[in-house]
């Protein structure tokens, strides 16, 4: 093989390779659909926050786990005057130098259903005087004490009600943006669906008005057609000529638009396929309505913000009491001059505390947040109570308007049929003279509009259905939950 043939042969290859890499993508609407939830960045986003959620839940379960706490002061040195009062009053400034470091180690256990915590904690300090070359060691090698909040709100148990409220109500909410992101591409899809019809629409009838003006003027040669029929013609021509250029401008840009929203490759060419009709799914409206209450993060909201407004309340109660805190400790302490000193023979040590506030002239403050609480929670429940309502029906009536648009799509169908049937025939009369121009336009134009309507009721109807599982979070189509 000589040298040129080679050539010959590498270059077909490349040309080859190219003709591949121009092959067009072809797209289902599922696969779109798909594709945008797991790689456009709205879904990114939307599992950001999902797990954003997540570690704040995670947080306030850690709440409720035993917190292990080293605490120390060290070193904690000084070098300083300070004045001490002389047995005849008079006060001197002394010379200090020295060192007063000290080490804790605690562990707690906060308690949900009272609110108090339990702890141990053991502590070591010890104090350098370095002027007179002194040290003395203090410590508690174990002690065990409680504190309990009396009459007083509750945070941790009312945390444990309303935060697995809200966890469950993000998850709800991450798997809502998954279909409503799947309503977004559908509606992209569609719009470069429509844009390809229309350029499919438009490059036919560029063809066939040439071939239909090639026809007048051989009848205009025959003397069976005017000369203004002939500008007729041409005007139609010059007009599909224009909406080709029109609709390869709007295909580029409704491609350039799903490809960005989607992560599609900019350099792939894609070509969409027209959706199939809907026609198998059959939903009830009582079961989306249900299914709407069980699966939706509105509707644990709605419990959520009912938890949220007795919460207030509650808290608005327990500032306007009695406020006491009790703490009571029980353990060992001693002192020496070394660490060892500090276990032989270590003295008790016990503690019990109350401390308390009473208001007692606020001036109707204390009575004023409370009923400003109460009041706000009965708007609560009003407001949760319409909005249960809308709710239902705004469920209710996307079933609605899905059955519709389903009969719509039907009679929109055999509308396409008809009209594309009554073009052939129209085409067919005028090349034997049975038709005017002006009644092949009108059937021309009808069978364009038709094609289009077609496509405008398959989008309503597939962006219904997105929208339907976005409402309520389940799959009609085979009949189970969204996971």
Not at 187 to 207: D, G, P, R, S, W
Not at 426 to 446: C, D, H, N, P, V
Not at 470 to 479: G, H, P
Request: positive net charge.
């Amino acid at each position: 093989m000589t040298m040129k043939t080679r050539l010959f042969c590498l270059f077909l290859m490349f040309l080859g390779k190219m003709a591949v890499a121009q092959d067009p993508v072809r797209l289902s609407l599922p696969e779109v659909v798909e594709r945008a939830r797991s790689q456009s960045i709205a879904a990114r986003q939307a599992t950001t926050t999902r797990e954003t959620r997540y570690w704040e839940y995670r947080t306030y379960l850690s709440n409720y786990k035993p917190q292990l706490m080293l605490n120390g002061n060290l070193p904690a040195f000084t070098r300083s005057f300070t004045q001490v009062q002389q047995p005849d009053g008079t006060i001197l400034f002394q010379p200090v130098r020295n060192n007063n470091s000290s080490l804790s180690l605690s562990l707690s256990q906060s308690i949900p259903g009272t609110g108090g915590t339990l702890y141990a904690t053991s502590a070591l300090q010890r104090f350098d005087d370095f002027d007179r070359k002194n040290t003395l060691y203090s410590g508690t090698p174990v002690a065990i004490g409680y504190t309990q909040p009396l009459f007083q709100f509750n945070a941790l148990r009312w945390d444990r009600r309303i935060e697995p409220l809200k966890y469950r109500e993000s998850q709800q909410a991450y798997k809502e943006s998954l279909e409503q992101i799947a309503v977004r591409a559908n509606t992209l899809y569609f719009e470069l669906l429509l844009a390809q019809v229309n350029l499919q629409i438009a490059e036919t009838n560029l063809k066939n008005t040439g071939n239909i003006l090639r026809i007048a003027e051989e009848k205009y040669t025959l003397g069976k057609t005017t000369r203004n029929e002939i500008l007729q013609i041409q005007l139609e021509q010059l007009k599909a000529r224009k909406a080709v250029g029109t609709a390869r401008r709007d295909v580029e840009v409704s491609s350039l638009s799903l490809k960005a929203y989607t992560g599609l490759p900019a350099a792939d060419r894609i070509e969409l396929l027209l959706p199939p009709a809907i026609s198998r799914i059959a939903i009830d409206s009582a079961v989306a309505i249900r299914e709407s209450f069980e699966n939706r993060s509105d509707a644990i909201g709605f419990r959520r913000r009912m938890e949220e407004a007795e919460r207030a309340v509650a808290k608005a109660r327990g500032d306007n009491s009695l406020n006491a805190l009790m703490t009571a400790t029980l353990g060992f302490s001693n002192r020496g001059a070394t660490v060892p000193d500090l276990y032989r023979r270590p003295q008790d040590q016990q503690t019990l505390q109350i401390e308390f506030g009473i208001p007692v002239l606020d001036w109707g403050r204390s009575k004023s947040r409370l009923k400003t609480a109460q009041v706000n929670r009965q708007l609560a429940e009003y407001t949760v109570e319409q909005d249960r309502q809308t709710f239902r029906q705004e469920v209710h009536t996307q079933v609605t308007l899905f059955e519709m648009l389903r009969d719509q799509l039907s009679l929109t169908s055999q509308a396409d049929t008809i009209a594309s049937e009554k073009y052939q025939i129209a085409q067919e009369r005028y090349i034997l003279g049975k038709l005017t121009i002006t009644e092949l336009s009108i059937a021309f134009a009808e069978k364009d509009q038709a094609k289009r309507d077609y496509v405008y009721a398959l989008r309503d109807l597939w962006g219904a259905h997105y929208q339907l599982r976005a409402l309520t979070l389940y799959d009609f189509e085979n009949q189970r939950k969204i996971p």
